[in-house]
């Protein structure tokens, strides 16, 4: 049976219908990893004991008995004695984990060149980043080395790697997933998600992995929504555009994005334009608090009761520890952590008032498509910037989406995003999934997954 | 002229179900090295607190026994510094905004205002072994409530006096064991002193020395009493020699009774402390304090026996110390029916003093304690005719007393009643033995 490119729903239908067992599904996958990762490595670690509905899961979610390094060599060695969360709930769904997934080194950086493991290369362009630090889900997907994958974003991580490999990728909002079992990163941003072939597989992973656990007190107990349910709908939204979100953007990135605006209106949507705090001031507020609270999260890795000694990290986490613990300093607090603590609120608010005017707000995920490897270093906070269009959402803690809109010259994907209110994916999967019906994202996931025949 | 100002920070183990944020139990004490552990208090990568209901209701118990304002708003924060047995290099714990503050415990009518009361985890043991040292983690995580007093004592009197008055106060509030042994409860003083000049000290009350010197893992009341005695004489000498003692951190020293340097005010830690993103800000009701129900203190129960039970101050004292003697008491009290009589005016008062001074062991049950007292509080029958053949007996055959007695010794009366007491094998009222031995000897 031709099983390329199918979605993940699809395989689990040809499993309940015993057209296929779920054996060869892995073996087929296993396959294709053996084919194709060497020239991707885009997985870490491989699971030729996967039996069931096969998934990729980023190598920062601890899976028991099998390593988990967040890309570090500090971790070289560290096997979980125990599950996080949101594996657990997939595999109490029947699924497996056919593999770990390369990231940026302890999700430090947005092109996953700063994993201790080698960069992961961009499908579309192997002399290319994937984007990052979910870099290794989303080649995986794209490539079709796994029907779907979970990655975690603290801003950007979902999103600009999926917009980069082109492919659909859920942020959700900050509580309504379980962080339980993540190797945290920023702790107060830090989201896992989806990235799939579709609109309706990620709804149905956000479903499996959502909702209230005892084990993260900031997980929110608000109910998770029947989100497969409620993609049929054909509900017209208001949709809010800030121009400020399009400043600086690549000209081919805008020209899709506002094609892509064209068709959401021509769905019987309505779109208005509202006034949104500049991203620019995003980068430094996130920047402070996210160096703050990743200072903090690896002063645990000292080599003592697991994983290697301290002078394994990398250059990058040094960099984030320092200035981290900077920020903090007695004397320095109030100047940086505490006044971005402050104007984070602002941003909360301002996010509110958006959504009080508007169901969604539509803009490029990404300034640009995919660079190439080697580009990053180069620039200091380079990742900052480039993320500055998802860190409103990461810093107020909202959902977004990422959804192909097309190629740009260079045949790389550009991605667009979709943010909606808080707890309000199920709103942000409906609009994505008519967008879906509508374009099948111009045949983006398609012919991404074709690069790559069996 | 030297005034000591002294402040005291407490910490006390909670003796909750499961530790401060996982579900691991939080009695540790002689179990199997790190067998009491999950990935939490381990800090596995990837592992978050939950916190502990029981715990902050506890802390809060604590903090409205010492008359503190529970505060509407609390939360949790992350104090930084690296040590093997702090597994994620931070610890959990409150810096603003502590649940319990501004609260005073009044003794002997002084009162000692209490600063603070917040609620942080405990961390695991170091064990040396040789050149090795090793981590034990059964205690990593354990509910620690931290009392922090403002300077207000200036002796190490009052301080042992505060102390042991708190450790009672925790023990009846049933949240700690308080055991200093066990290490579950314990002291650190902050001594300084303050210069007066005849007249001055007034003026200056208000203004703390320029330096502080902590004395740390101090287990016990009377050592603390020590430490301090020896810290105020050893900074008098140097205040003398007209030098300011070093702001530093000391240990105490058992055996030789004194305090020795650990740590330097440039190697005192920045902990970098902000709130905890792991644990959501905690918000309480106007109406939520009412909810937590304070017990019967010792220094009340102790007025209620007083006024209600017309026992002696020193023995309500006494009886109110410990909770367990104080809960034996009124249960033999609710359960001895004695009337009171001319020879036993208070029996209430009279089974109190069979407690206190052990006339019949406290280790036995209730029922069968006060059947014992009953039967010891029945008023004696004195045989009348034998008791009058035997101090007769008894005058003669100890003519010194007699001697004794006439010369105006009144007390040398108190051997024959002794002597008659056991002869009578306590089958006599003691007062009419010793009316009647005066009568008689009066008539020699």
Known sequence: MDLLGKSLLELKQLVADKKISEKEINEYFLKRIKKYNPQLNAYLTVNENSAHLPLAVKDNFCTKGLKTTASSKV???????????????????????????????????????????????????????????????????????????????????????????????????????????????????DCPGPLTTTVTDAAYLLGVIAGKDQFDATSSSIKAADYNQLLKNKNKYTIGISDDYFDGVDEQTINKIEKSIEILKKLGHKIKKITLIHPKYDISIYTILQRAEVSSNLSRYDGIRYGNERNEFGVEAKRRIMLGAYTLSYGYYDAYYKKAQKARTLIVNDMKKAFSEVDFIVAPTAPITALNLGEFEKYPFFGEVMDQLNEAAAVAGTPAINLPVGLDNNNLPVGMQIMGNYFEEEKILNLAYQFEKETDFFGVIKRGIDNYKD | MFKPVIGLEIHAELKSKSKMFC?????????????????????????????????????????????????????????????????????????????????????????????????????GKLIHSGVDTLVDFNRSGVPLVEIVTEPDFDNAEDVKRF????????????????????????????????????????????????????????????????????????????????????????????????????????????????????????????????????????????????????????????????????????MVISKCKVPS?????????????????????????????????MELLQPKKTDEKALYILINQLIKTNPKVAEDYKKGKTNAVMFLVGQVMREMKGQADAKIVREQLENELKKR
């Open chain 2, 23 to 123: 579900q691991c139990s939080a009695d540790y004490f002689g179990k199997k090295q790190n067998s009491n552990t999950c990935p939490v208090c381990l800090g596995l990568p990837g592992a978050l607190p939950v916190p502990n209901k029981k715990a902050v209701e506890w802390a809060q118990l604590i903090g409205k026994a010492l008359n503190c304002r529970l505060n509407r708003n609390s939360k949790f924060d992350r104090k930084h510094y690296f040590y093997p047995d702090l597994p994620k290099g931070y610890q959990i714990s409150q810096y603003d905004e502590p649940l319990c503050s501004q609260g005073y415990v009044e003794i002997n009518q002084k009162k000692f205002r209490i600063h603070r009361v917040h609620l942080e985890e405990d961390t």
């Open chain 1, 75 to 189: 971790l070289d060695n560290f096997i979980p004695p125990y599950e996080s969360t949101v594996t657990e709930r997939l595999i109490n769904n029947g699924f497996s984990v056919i593999g770990k997934t390369n990231m940026d080194a302890w999700a430090h950086g947005s092109s996953t060149e700063t994993s201790d493991y080698g960069p992961t290369k961009n499908p579309w362009d192997t002399n290319r980043s994937p984007g990052g630090s979910s870099g290794g889900s989303a080649a995986a997907v794209s490539a079709y080395l796994t029907p779907a994958a979970i990655g975690s974003e603290t801003a950007g991580s979902i999103r600009q790697p999926a917009a980069w490999s082109g492919v659909v990728g859920l942020k959700p909002t900050f509580g309504r997933v379980s962080r339980y079992g993540v190797i945290a990163m920023g702790s107060s941003f």
């Open chain 2, 341 to 373: 009589s001319k020879q036993i005016p208070n029996p209430n008062q009279s089974i109190a003093n069979l407690i206190i001074n052990k006339k019949i062991a406290t280790t036995m049950p209730v029922e069968e304690f006060a059947a014992k007292a």
């Open chain 2, 163 to 330: 102390l042991e008055e708190l450790h009672t106060i925790i023990r009846y509030l049933g949240v700690s064991d308080a055991d200093m042994e066990k290490g579950s409860m314990r002291m650190e003083p902050n001594i300084s002193l303050r210069a007066i000049e005849n007249g001055e000290e007034k003026r200056q009350q208000f203004e703390l020395p320029a330096y502080k010197v902590e004395v740390k893992n101090i287990n016990s009341f009377r050592f603390v009493k020590q430490a301090i005695e020896y810290e105020i004489e050893r900074q008098k000498e140097i205040l003398e020699r007209k030098e300011t003692p070093a702001q530093e951190t000391r240990g105490f020293d058992e055996k030789k009774q004194i305090t020795y340097s650990q740590r330097s005010k440039e190697e005192a830690h920045d902990y970098r402390y902000f709130p905890e993103p792991d644990i959501p800000p905690m918000t309480f009701s106007r109406e939520y304090p009412d909810s937590i129900k304070v017990p019967e203190l010792p220094a009340q129960k102790m007025k209620r026996y007083m006024a209600e039970w017309k026992i002696k101050e020193q023995d309500a004292l006494v009886l109110t110390r410990d909770i367990n003697t104080a809960d034996f008491f009124e």
